[in-house]
């Protein structure tokens, strides 16, 4: 009976209000046949897991511990490879082993992993060659072909995102907690960096002391447990509402609503509108939560966004994700934090130095620079320690593979380089050796304050 459908689909606060971004899915019946069954599948990941990460986001509020957050900007189906999800893992991790060492502090690792499927976007369609089709939404809505049958939103891509997210946070678990990702051997990778790139030379002095560190704790017999696993967190834009409802769940031991497709969700820059679907969706669910604030966000949005999802100043409820570009970090930051700070909320503050530094090469290749990349995180530094507030971590859009996405870096890939691996199906990330660039410059950076 309609009925019925009708209270599935309007049950919760949000679904009655307007919600940007969100696909014209042409089969409605398909839709509600598909929401009905991913509501029916177990858990991606426990509720006690989503609280253990807020308590861990706690220490980053407090200025405990640093969050590194990385991954694709957009995963695809193909992309779920043993290969793929080792290299873009590995990367984190050496990336996580550096600044912990320089940093002397615990870096959270969260991956932009198992769930990054969908995609905001400018423009609802494409045009080329004077065809013009629905753009491009993620994997989890059409297809990245340029074809009209390609582009029509699919519901059933929905349990596709569902069974590849189930895949890849399967391999992370047996990846982090097998033995594969030993801190001894996740500093052996970065000591092969160092020797065999150009660009790892540089680093030479801080791969030694952290060998030295490691020598010495060996020496003494010191073998911690901590040592042999490592403690990783998924996350993705909670961008698609029917999806992230049907994966909300009641938890049985409170009574509270998680969010159980992710460990951590983040409201994108495109839809964070104070009165909208996604803010109060994002309200209700007890996940740590974060939001993309771009250059325009004013101090009253900030503070509602405070009120709205962390009314009782939880450390580690909420991390306010600030990507305001290399030109506008200086200018716009302080302020916010200023006020932010004052209002005694006590957010985390991380950088995503990636969104405000997008340009379109020559070649038509939508790409970013290196430099500019390093000098928003640089801006976000300065600002926080001119302050005395916390640079709380990083949010990188990134890979484990050589693709040749982002201009410059230590191993530099030039403007007319970019054709050769330009594999993205959204925005450039960063290669191997350029994230391992990032995360030595970082932990200098970080070692300096
Ligand atoms: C993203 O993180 O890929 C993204 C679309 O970011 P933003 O919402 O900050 O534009
Ligand atoms: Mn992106």
Redesign the pocket.
């Known amino acids: 009976m309609t009925v019925t459908t009708e209270t599935t689909r309007t049950g919760h606060s949000w679904q009655s209000l307007p919600a940007a971004q969100q696909p014209e899915w042409p089969d409605q019946e398909a839709l509600r046949k598909t929401l009905a069954e991913l509501a029916s599948y177990p858990p991606l990941v426990f509720a006690g897991e989503c609280d253990q990460l807020r308590a861990r986001l706690g220490a980053v509020a407090r200025g405990e511990a640093f969050l590194l957050q990385g991954g694709d900007?957009?995963e695809a189906f193909d992309g779920v490879s043993a290969e793929h999800i080792r290299n873009k893992l590995k990367t984190l991790l050496q990336m996580a082993a550096v600044l912990t060492y320089a940093a002397s502090v615990p870096v959270v690792k969260v991956g932009?992993i198992a769930g990054q499927y969908s995609?905001?976007r400018s423009k609802s369609t494409e045009t080329r060659d004077g065809v013009t089709l629905p753009v491009y939404r993620g994997d989890s809505v059409n297809g990245f072909e340029f074809t009209p049958e390609s582009r029509i939103p699919d519901p059933e891509r929905l349990k596709r995102m569902y069974n590849a997210s189930a895949a890849t946070l399967n391999l992370v678990r047996a990846f982090t907690t097998g033995g594969y990702a030993d801190l001894r051997q996740v500093h052996a990778w970065n000591q092969d960096f160092v020797r065999n790139s150009p660009a790892g030379q540089r680093y030479e002095q801080l791969a030694r002391e952290i060998d030295n560190a490691l020598a010495f704790m060996n020496a003494c017999g010191v073998a911690p447990e901590e040592f042999k696993t490592v403690e990783f967190f998924s996350s993705h834009?909670a961008l698609i509402l029917d999806y992230e409802t049907a994966l909300t769940r009641v938890d049985s031991r409170t009574g509270d609503l998680y969010d159980v497709s992710g460990h951590m969700v983040w409201i994108?820059?495109?839809t964070r509108q104070l009165d909208h679907a996604h803010i109060e969706f994002a309200s209700k669910i007890r996940n740590p939560i974060g939001v993309?604030l771009?250059p325009t966000t004013s101090v009253d949005e900030a503070l509602t966004l405070i009120e709205k999802l962390d009314p009782e100043l939880e450390p580690g409820r909420l991390t306010f994700?600030t990507?305001m570009g290399a030109g506008k970090v200086r200018d716009h930051l302080p302020t916010l934090v200023e006020k932010v700070t004052a209002s005694g909320a006590k957010p985390v503050w991380i950088c995503?130095p990636?969104?405000g530094n997008t340009f379109e090469a020559s070649s038509g290749h939508k790409t970013r620079r290196f430099d500019d990349v390093l000098d928003e995180v640089k801006g976000f530094f300065e600002v926080h320690r001119a302050l005395g507030t916390h640079p709380g971590g990083i949010h990188v859009?990134l890979t484990g593979d050589d693709v040749t996405e982002c201009v410059g870096g230590g191993d530099e890939v030039m403007v007319d380089d970019l054709h050769q691996r330009y594999e993205t199906a959204?925005?450039p990330r960063l290669n191997r050796s350029q994230s391992l660039d990032l995360a030595f410059l970082v932990a200098e950076m970080y070692r300096g304050q």
């Open positions: 900007c957009a932009r995609k905001p834009e994108g820059e495109r993309k771009g994700i990507r995503d990636m969104h859009e959204c925005d």
